[in-house]
C-alpha cells in the first residue's frame, strides 16, 4: 500500500498567520494554498462571512521532509471549536545541529513559550518542547534511531 498520514490542524481564523510563522521559523515550503476568496471565485456556490476573504480553505506545507496541512475549518463541527493538548507536532533528526538550529529558531519568537527547555535526557542528545503563537505544542527530538 502507498498512501501517506499528513497531521492536519485546524486553527480557527489564524491558519494564515501559522503558515507564515513555520515558513519563517521552521523553513516549511508552501506547496499548496487557497483562501476563501480564491475558493470563491473557483465556486460561485461556496459562502463565507464578510471579512473572511483572507481565511484558508486548505494548504499543504512541507516541513523537512513531511508535510502538514492547515485550514481555518473544525473537523469534528458536533462540538465547539477548541485547542487540546492532546495532540503535539514532533520534529526529529539524527542531526543535532538541525535540531538545535530549529530550536533556537522557534524561541526567538516572542510569543513562543517554552515548555520544556531543549537539552540533553536520557534518551536524547538533545530534546525540547514549545508552544507557538497559536497554541500548537512541538516536540523537537534528537532521534538516536533509524525512522
Keep these: 500500500m502507498n498512501f501517506e498520514v499528513i497531521p492536519f490542524l485546524s486553527m480557527n481564523g489564524d491558519a494564515a ?3 507564515a510563522f513555520y515558513e519563517k521559523y521552521l523553513g516549511a515550503n508552501v506547496l499548496f494554498k ?11 456556490g461556496f459562502e463565507y462571512p464578510e471579512g473572511q476573504d483572507e481565511y484558508i480553505t486548505h494548504s499543504v506545507l512541507q516541513i523537512g521532509v513531511n508535510k502538514l496541512m492547515i485550514a481555518e475549518e473544525e473537523m469534528d463541527t458536533g462540538r465547539p471549536w477548541q485547542l487540546g493538548n492532546s495532540v503535539s507536532l514532533c520534529i526529529q533528526s539524527k ?20 515548555l520544556v527547555p531543549y537539552e540533553q535526557n536520557e534518551f536524547s542528545p538533545g530534546y525540547g518542547i514549545v508552544r507557538d503563537p497559536f497554541g500548537i505544542v512541538i516536540q523537537l527530538c534528537v532521534t538516536v534511531h533509524d525512522f
Design 17 to 19: 498567520a501559522a503558515i
Design 95 to 114: 542531526d543535532k545541529s538541525t535540531m538545535t538550529e530549529l530550536y533556537n529558531s522557534l524561541v526567538q519568537h516572542e510569543q513562543v513559550t517554552v
Design 34 to 44: 487557497k483562501n476563501y476568496k480564491e475558493m470563491k471565485e473557483m465556486n460561485p
